[in-house]
């Protein structure tokens, strides 16, 4: 068949993400602290020229203090050891732990500092969350370097519940050589040397390294693509799902053609407000003909996608603005039957401990009870509702009225601090908005004579 006779998916997925697909990878899902943890502990131990490990919140906690030592004691070795944190994730970080690792001989960057960046480049955050070894193998996905994901809070016990990747192979290099360009934005770029050689194939998965950079929607761009085209299942589960409106669109018509539409998101969060908007947005979804699941142990916080029996993607990237259109970000696109079925798997076990939310209608009549719910698209290797969620399901209507009592209290507490300040600060208040006013005029003058010089022939 020649390119002009269909549709090339290939393409438009390398097109959309702006990754090529990268084939002779091994890969292996990992879905708890225990084995994510294990896993960057070897990573580390088996270096042999280099480690670039990257992360938006590395904490100065006993897990942090552990890896910090790790990679203090590879550094003794010999090894180059680099260690890229963003500004804000790592703000409530010990500065004893950055002088200790730059005290073992352990290079450390901090990710533009927020009030030293510029209005816009301050917002644009290093989400993305990378061990890389050696440009051989490398571990990604949606962990953190913190007691919540290696052994969990205090108060729960229980570990986080995140997924990572364990890549091995060719796109393993590709994603060191993106660590480079991260380490290139934070100081001086790295040396000849430090750049991964050439990898052989140790695998048949096929993977696309799609690093994710503000104002490129690329992974946006390409799951939108995956949702246009799913036919039998498109499964998602995300810790801050709050979806811009045409991607909802992709997912509701997906439903109506009968795929089966799912979403996994956390039934509680570290920032409620987020989950305040995620619920308002239920009703909308299930009448769609989406299935929504809440997750009921400690705080979801894994986001992967599951797109029939062929496409997964693990990541970085929530399903929000911020992650999809603000922020760099790290994901990889699998084509891949195996890793596709361990997600479908670990997908299933998470149903397991969730709750459906459902549509449950008024009564009309004192003793007569509703029978409309949310439409349901059974899937055949997918148990029933009442099966996988082993709990009773909660309306929408219910979640809904709690999520905008949240976003209501919010929006009363953040007006009042803000005529608190502007009656107690006036003069304060006025510098601050006037520095913003003038520092948005600079950056819209700064970008309308940058795209003028651009435009001229």
């Not at 979804?285 to 699941?293: A, C, D, N």
Request: charged letters at 25%.
């Amino acid at each position: 068949m020649s390119p002009s006779d269909g549709f090339d998916l290939a393409r438009a997925l390398d097109r959309a993400s702006g990754a090529r697909a990268i084939p002779g990878n091994r890969l292996s899902l990992l879905s708890d602290g225990a084995a994510i943890f294990s896993a960057v502990d070897e990573l580390i131990a088996s270096a042999e020229r280099f480690i670039h490990f990257e992360n938006y919140i590395i904490r100065s906690d006993a897990t942090g203090w552990r890896v910090s030592r790790a990679l203090a004691a590879r550094a003794h070795d010999g090894v180059a050891v680099r260690v890229l944190f963003d500004a804000v994730g790592s703000r409530r970080t010990s500065r004893r732990l950055w002088r200790f690792l730059k005290d073992q001989g352990v290079e450390v960057r901090r990710f533009r500092p927020l009030f030293s960046s510029g209005l816009v480049k301050g917002l644009q955050r290093d989400h993305r969350k990378l061990v890389a070894v050696d440009g051989r193998e490398v571990l990604l996905g949606g962990f953190c370097i913190g007691d919540e994901w290696a052994a969990g809070s205090p108060e729960e016990g229980v570990p986080w519940r995140d997924t990572a990747a364990r890549i091995a192979g060719p796109a393993a290099r590709m994603a060191s050589l993106g660590f480079a360009k991260m380490w290139a934005l934070a100081g001086a770029p790295l040396e000849a040397p430090a750049w991964p050689s050439e990898s052989s194939a140790v695998g048949d998965a096929v993977v696309r390294i799609v690093e994710g950079v503000p104002g490129r929607s690329r992974i946006y761009r390409a799951l939108s693509l995956l949702a246009a085209g799913a036919a039998d299942r498109l499964w998602i589960t995300d810790a801050y799902f709050v979806p811009p409106p045409p991607f909802i669109a992709s997912l509701r018509a997906a439903a109506r053609d009968a795929a089966d539409v799912r979403v996994l998101v956390p039934g509680k969060t570290d920032i409620p407000v987020v989950r305040a908007l995620t619920r308002t947005g239920y009703r909308h979804l299930l009448e769609g003909g989406l299935r929504i699941y809440e997750w009921q142990g400690p705080m979801l916080h894994a986001k992967t996608v599951l797109v029939d029996e062929r496409w997964s993607r693990v990541g970085s990237s929530n399903i929000n603005v911020s992650s999809l259109f603000g922020n760099y970000e790290l994901d990889v696109l699998a084509d891949d039957a195996r890793l596709a079925i361990d997600l479908g798997d670990e997908f299933r076990r998470d149903l397991a401990k969730a709750t459906e939310v459902v549509i449950a209608h008024r009564r009309l009549f004192r003793g007569v009870r509703p029978t409309a719910t949310a439409r349901r698209l059974p899937h055949p290797a997918v148990p029933s509702a009442r099966r996988a969620t082993r709990a009773a399901a909660v309306t929408a209507r219910q979640l809904a009225a709690g999520a905008r009592r949240s976003l209501a209290r919010t929006l009363v507490l953040t007006l009042t601090g803000a005529g608190i300040l502007l009656l107690a600060l006036p003069r304060l208040t006025a510098w601050l908005l006037a520095g913003g006013a003038f520092s948005l005029a600079a950056v819209a003058a700064w970008e309308g004579f940058r795209r003028r010089r651009e435009t001229r022939p």
